[in-house]
């Protein structure tokens, strides 16, 4: 069992930048894939980046590649999300997700089994 909460979030300006941050508890967090995925009004949860377990392997989805960065201290049980040169399209609620490693990479919210309860990201134009 892995319980997630997120922080960080608020409002920016665009252009602007944030670092989100998801603590988790437990002592198997180092054996978790790790992901943050974003919710729009209205809209379906999205992918937005994803971690394994190590920590040396990540993917961004290309909506924000180049601008957010994804990144785990395992020793500190917690992951970030860097997310620079925001953009008012980016404002959403942020998520943090765990699934055990299985090696790949899954951009899909079924594929998740914990989940934080989100942080709000909101950037003005």
């Known amino acids: 069992q892995v319980q997630l909460v997120e922080s960080g979030g608020g409002l920016v300006q665009a252009g602007g930048s944030l670092r989100l941050s998801c603590a988790a508890s437990g002592r198997t967090f180092s054996r978790y894939t790790m992901a943050w995925f974003r919710q729009f009004p209205g809209k379906e949860r999205e992918f937005v980046a994803t971690v394994t377990s190590n920590g040396r392997s990540s993917y961004v989805a290309d909506s924000v590649k180049g601008r957010f960065t994804i990144s785990r201290v395992n020793v500190n049980n917690t992951i970030y999300l860097q997310l620079n040169t925001l953009k008012s399209e980016d404002t959403a609620v942020y998520y943090c997700?765990?699934?055990?490693?299985?090696?790949?990479?899954?951009?899909?919210?079924?594929?998740?089994?914990?989940w934080g309860q989100g942080t709000q990201v909101t950037v003005s134009s």
């Open positions: 997700a765990a699934r055990a490693d299985d090696g790949f990479h899954r951009t899909d919210v079924v594929r998740y089994d914990y």
